[in-house]
């Protein structure tokens, strides 16, 4: 299930970038790279945040 988020979530990511972009043909792939990497960082930095938020609770 977190999965199937996180495809659900590079899927917008991809969408918006492209609609950004003017909605540029044959560029899937890049939009799809591009938001895969985002949607990572994005889920790293949140268990990063997350860990010293719960050391600090601890």
Same mark, same amino acid.
């Given at each position: 299930?977190?999965?199937?988020? #996180?495809?659900? #979530?590079?899927?917008?990511?991809?969408?918006?970038? /492209? +609609? =950004?972009?003017? =909605?540029? +043909?044959?560029? !899937?792939?890049?939009? /799809?790279?591009?938001?895969?990497? +985002?949607? !990572?960082?994005?889920?790293?930095?949140?268990? #990063?945040?997350?860990?010293?938020?719960?050391?600090?609770?601890?």
């Amino acid at each position: 299930m977190a999965d199937q988020s #996180r495809e659900d #979530r590079i899927r917008q990511r991809a969408y918006e970038l /492209w +609609e =950004k972009e003017g =909605k540029p +043909e044959g560029a !899937d792939l890049r939009f /799809w790279e591009q938001a895969m990497g +985002e949607i !990572d960082e994005e889920d790293q930095r949140q268990d #990063r945040s997350g860990k010293r938020a719960g050391q600090g609770g601890a």
